[in-house]
């Protein structure tokens, strides 16, 4: 077996609650409200992988599926500045891509797969897993389908994983309830169901604090660890996640 590598996230509370950092080999999701710092830990997971293994990071490549067009390239120079990195070599070690159906979103993954038998990969960021399911999977009648077709994806994402000795890091929506004619959601429940909640080694709820600070609670994870229910504080800050 592999040894498993852990990336820092730019916050040593987040490091802290993690144990290390986030694990190669494993599945960790993020869920939380708009805005609650889902997507600006990616950004900087797209630079801290890239890190050597001495500097908290994995020495590797990162693959970026982009389901909301959330991904913005010049946001990454200011974090790899931050981290005495050359922006541009940053940027070309990252393979972007746009998918557009959860069909598209698969296709990709199996795409991903030739890639990394071929280079050196240590991160892959779904962001975010469920929108399009979302999108393409609308009604009641069409749950158990959608379910379906969600855990073979999740399952591909394992393979992927354990495969690569990469890091899976996948974001996550949280459900909104139709009552009285509004879409209201809950911060506090992630979407997906028991699918999802049984696909992640370790699920974090974001949300939102004062100012930039944002509050992260680890959650319902899938293996033996002494950090669930903690709660750590991090900051979104120009150069990214950090404390
Ligand atoms: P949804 O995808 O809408 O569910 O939200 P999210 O959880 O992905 O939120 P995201 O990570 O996009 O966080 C957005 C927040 O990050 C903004 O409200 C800002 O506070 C902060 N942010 C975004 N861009 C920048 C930036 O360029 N610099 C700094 N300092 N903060 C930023
Ligand atoms: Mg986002």
Same mark, same amino acid.
């Given at each position: 077996r592999k040894a498993v590598i852990k990336i820092t996230t730019g916050s040593q509370a987040l490091d802290e #609650? #993690? *144990? =290390? &950092?986030i694990e190669t080999n494993a599945i960790t999701e993020a869920f939380g409200e708009f805005r609650s710092g889902k997507t600006q830990l /990616?950004? $900087?997971l797209c630079v801290c992988t890239q890190l050597p293994t001495n500097m908290g990071g994995g020495n590797g490549k990162v693959a970026f599926i982009d389901t909301e067009g959330t991904f913005r390239p010049d946001r990454i120079v200011p974090i790899a500045e931050r981290f005495g990195m050359d922006p541009g070599a940053v940027l070309d070690n990252i393979i972007y891509a746009r998918a557009y159906t959860y069909e598209h979103q698969y296709n990709l993954l199996l =795409? %991903? /797969?030739a890639k990394m038998s071929e280079e050196p990969f240590r991160l892959l960021i779904v962001d975010s897993i469920i929108a %399009?399911? @979302?999108?393409?999977? $609308? *009604? @009641? &009648?069409?749950l158990a389908d959608r379910q379906q077709k969600l855990a073979q994806m999740l399952s591909r994402l394992i393979k992927i994983a354990e495969e690569f000795n990469v890091a899976v890091y996948m974001t996550n929506q949280v459900i909104a309830d139709p009552g009285g004619g509004v879409f209201i959601s809950d911060p506090k429940k992630p979407a997906g169901g028991h699918v999802l909640a049984h696909a992640a080694t370790i699920r974090l709820m974001f949300r939102k604090g004062k100012g930039e600070q944002r509050v992260c609670k680890s959650e319902s994870i899938n293996c033996s660890s002494i950090f669930l229910n903690k709660t750590h504080i991090f900051q979104i800050t120009p150069g990214g996640i950090a404390d």
């Amino acid at each position: 077996r592999k040894a498993v590598i852990k990336i820092t996230t730019g916050s040593q509370a987040l490091d802290e #609650l #993690l *144990g =290390g &950092g986030i694990e190669t080999n494993a599945i960790t999701e993020a869920f939380g409200e708009f805005r609650s710092g889902k997507t600006q830990l /990616a950004h $900087t997971l797209c630079v801290c992988t890239q890190l050597p293994t001495n500097m908290g990071g994995g020495n590797g490549k990162v693959a970026f599926i982009d389901t909301e067009g959330t991904f913005r390239p010049d946001r990454i120079v200011p974090i790899a500045e931050r981290f005495g990195m050359d922006p541009g070599a940053v940027l070309d070690n990252i393979i972007y891509a746009r998918a557009y159906t959860y069909e598209h979103q698969y296709n990709l993954l199996l =795409g %991903l /797969a030739a890639k990394m038998s071929e280079e050196p990969f240590r991160l892959l960021i779904v962001d975010s897993i469920i929108a %399009l399911f @979302r999108v393409d999977f $609308t *009604g @009641r &009648g069409e749950l158990a389908d959608r379910q379906q077709k969600l855990a073979q994806m999740l399952s591909r994402l394992i393979k992927i994983a354990e495969e690569f000795n990469v890091a899976v890091y996948m974001t996550n929506q949280v459900i909104a309830d139709p009552g009285g004619g509004v879409f209201i959601s809950d911060p506090k429940k992630p979407a997906g169901g028991h699918v999802l909640a049984h696909a992640a080694t370790i699920r974090l709820m974001f949300r939102k604090g004062k100012g930039e600070q944002r509050v992260c609670k680890s959650e319902s994870i899938n293996c033996s660890s002494i950090f669930l229910n903690k709660t750590h504080i991090f900051q979104i800050t120009p150069g990214g996640i950090a404390d």
